[in-house]
């Protein structure tokens, strides 16, 4: 006998195999990016996202005011992931959404900052493909962007920054895999993800590339966050800076990150939820 084709329906949560519904009835997969930790921060789809919840499966970096929009029905399963040490490897992590979605729930995957910004959301995405489980991508507002708004220096400004980078500082073995050559150029503004540990050899490869060690360099802790803490100083004098930062940080260097405005501000329209938190189900 011919294999049926499948296909998936226009509703949510069913498949249709040669044109008729089939019985099993399939969950879905949402990768949420909660933002950097800030509620306020958080889009409209993710938020709606978080409501339909049935279970989510998180990070450690999201914040527990985000995690209480879902409700309290969802099942909550921290998978965080910390220097040195892993709760879940991630093969395992893409395993456990596919299978709660294979069991009828809508799975919440949920990211700190942005699923694709150093958040390995594509290895989920392809995860789910694999396994034909409808998945979509939420995208949320990443830590640099709220560090740049939040201190006023601009990631990119005339006459100072025409470009910006992203990249991380994590090595697995040994120093991170950069090319030196292309972020020593002027007048663009490098964001170092997970760079805490290894700022100084990060400050020694730019400068050793070309890079002034009088650049300016901005260190962000907690970024958007009530406790986020901001240390102004330069490329030269990066790795003291970063002593003593035990929170998720950020290193950003470039010309505008002269801008800075160290001390945080509470924004006043910030202290307005934007979601009415008291609709918790």
Request: charged share 20%; hydrophobic share 45%; proline share 5%.
């Amino acid at each position: 006998m011919a294999r049926q084709p499948v296909r998936r329906s226009s509703k949510p949560g069913l498949v249709v195999v040669g044109g008729t519904r089939a019985n099993r009835a399939l969950g879905a997969v949402w990768l949420v990016g909660a933002g950097p930790g800030d509620p306020d921060l958080l889009t409209f789809r993710a938020f709606n996202a978080l409501r339909a919840a049935d279970v989510v499966v998180h990070d450690g970096l999201v914040s527990d005011e985000i995690l209480d929009l879902a409700p309290s029905r969802a099942r909550r399963i921290n998978v965080a992931k910390r220097k040195s040490r892993h709760t879940l490897p991630q093969d395992d992590i893409n395993q456990l959404i596919v299978a709660l979605a294979l069991d009828g729930l809508n799975v919440v995957r949920l990211k700190g900052g942005d699923p694709f910004l150093f958040g390995r959301g594509g290895e989920e995405l392809a995860a789910c493909r694999e396994a034909g489980v409808e998945c979509h991508v939420v995208p949320g507002v990443t830590a640099a962007l709220a560090a740049s708004a939040g201190a006023g220096a601009p990631l990119t400004h005339r006459g100072a920054a025409q470009a910006v980078t992203f990249v991380t500082g994590h090595a697995a073995h040994g120093e991170p895999d950069l090319d030196w050559v292309s972020l020593a150029r002027p007048n663009q503004t490098v964001v170092v993800y997970m760079g805490v540990s290894t700022a100084g050899l990060i400050a020694e490869r730019l400068t050793a590339a070309g890079r002034a060690g009088s650049t300016p360099a901005l260190v962000v802790e907690n970024a958007s966050r009530a406790d986020e803490r901001r240390i102004l100083t330069t490329l030269s004098g990066l790795a003291e800076a970063a002593q003593g930062v035990k929170g998720p940080a950020l290193l950003m260097v470039g010309e505008s990150m002269a801008m800075a405005d160290t001390v945080p501000v509470i924004d006043p329209i910030s202290q307005t939820a934007l979601f009415e938190r008291s609709s918790r189900s």
